[in-house]
């Protein structure tokens, strides 16, 4: 299952971007989708998720500044990031979900991931 990520690039403290993710396999509507991000050095992290019934969840270190949703119709999920910091730093993939209990987020597939960085 292919998941392809894109949308990011170098963008200043205080800024936005707005990721996409697509799948030519994957009807992403029937799927729990979200998004993680892995800076160098650092764990996974699961940042933002979208279930089947629309509803979200977020990470803590992005609730107020990042919003997940989706276009059925372009079997697209979106990524909203504004307010950025230089601490949001990452590659951030697109991915399944299969699991959330508390800061634990468990992914099931997820595709090659687009690179933000956030600096002036």
């Known amino acids: 299952v292919q998941l392809q990520a894109s949308g990011g690039g170098l963008v200043q403290p205080g800024g936005s971007l707005r990721l996409s993710c697509v799948s030519s396999?994957?009807?992403?509507?029937?799927?729990?989708m979200g998004w993680f991000r892995q800076a160098p050095g650092k764990e996974r992290e699961g940042v933002a998720c979208i279930f089947v019934n629309n509803g979200t969840h977020y990470a803590d270190s992005v609730k107020g500044r990042f919003t997940i949703d989706r276009n059925k119709a372009k079997n697209t999920v979106y990524l909203q990031m504004d307010s950025l910091k230089p601490e949001d730093t990452a590659v951030y993939y697109c991915?399944?979900?299969?699991?959330?209990?508390?800061?634990?987020?468990?992914?099931?597939?997820w595709g090659q991931g687009t690179l933000v960085t956030v600096s002036s």
């Open positions: 991915a399944t979900v299969t699991k959330i209990i508390g800061s634990y987020w468990s992914f099931g597939t």
């Open positions: 396999e994957l009807t992403l509507e029937n799927n729990v």
